[in-house]
């Protein structure tokens, strides 16, 4: 039975600085703050809580988001050279690349999962 969040509960998941494993193909996965912006136009991510307002920041606009996984399913995650647990993974899928994340726990997982399907959901009614 999977856990029911609010909205609430969702949007502050999303729009506070978080830190993930961050994984690159054929690398080692990073440690990396990752937020969205609060008009939720925006994913960033960068290595430190200070860098994500800055041109530091590397980020990816949410009109690209097409999909979000859970699990290690993308081409990143085959060859990044840490096998994180399955349970612990989550990729947003973006038009021209992939942000593949590990979490802390299951729990912490499920949730962000459910936080950016919830901001998929808002982006494919604002398209609509």
């Known amino acids: 039975k999977k856990a029911k969040f609010s909205e609430h509960q969702l949007v502050s998941k999303l729009i506070c600085p978080s830190v993930f ?27 430190t809580p200070g860098k994500l307002n800055t041109m530091g ?21 085959r060859t990044s050279y840490q096998k994180g647990a399955d349970s612990l993974c989550f990729s947003l899928v973006f038009a021209n690349r992939t942000v ?11 949730v962000f999962f459910q936080a950016f399907m919830w901001l998929l959901d808002k982006e494919e009614e604002r398209r609509s």
């Open 21 to 47: 494993l961050k994984h690159v193909g054929k690398g080692r996965p990073h440690k990396r703050f990752l937020l969205c912006s609060r008009d939720f136009k925006e994913v960033r991510w960068a290595a």
């Open 57 to 77: 920041a590397k980020s990816a606009k949410v009109c690209d988001l097409k999909n979000v996984r859970r699990g290690r399913q993308t081409d990143v995650f």
């Open 100 to 110: 593949d994340l590990q979490c802390i726990s299951q729990a912490e997982r499920d």
